[in-house]
């Protein structure tokens, strides 16, 4: 499985950036779909996710100001950001898995991530 995510930048606090990751390869079928983010000398943090029903999560801080939401026929997961904070910084993953009484569980089909820069 290859994942690819697009549409990081630089973006000054307060502006919005939309992601979008494509999964491809021996795809029999996806349950859940991630967003994580690593920021510079910290863990890897799940950021949202998305089950085949559409049924979302968030992480606590990004709750209200972004959206995660999915293409089942393009194997796509996209992550609005809107109201993006200078903490908001790093790089961003999508990820395909699964879940466990209603917890994601990742996969380590990671892709190479796309750089998100917020400027205070």
């Known amino acids: 499985v290859q994942l690819q995510a697009f549409g990081g930048g630089l973006v000054q606090a307060g502006g919005s950036l939309r992601l979008s990751c494509a999964a491809s390869?021996?795809?029999?079928?996806?349950?859940?779909m991630a967003w994580y983010r690593q920021a510079p000398g910290k863990e890897r943090e799940l950021v949202a996710d998305?089950?085949?029903?559409?049924?979302?999560k968030y992480t606590d801080s990004v709750k209200g100001r972004f959206t995660i939401s999915r293409d089942n026929a393009k194997n796509t997961v996209y992550l609005r950001m809107n109201s993006l904070k200078p903490e908001d910084t790093g790089v961003y993953y999508c990820?395909?898995?699964?879940?466990?009484?209603?917890?994601?569980?990742?996969?380590?089909?990671w892709g190479l991530g796309t750089q998100v820069t917020v400027s205070s």
């Open positions: 990820n395909v898995g699964g879940y466990y009484r209603g917890t994601y569980l990742p996969t380590d089909y």
């Open positions: 390869g021996s795809i029999f079928s996806i349950d859940g």
């Open positions: 998305i089950s085949t029903t559409n049924s979302t």
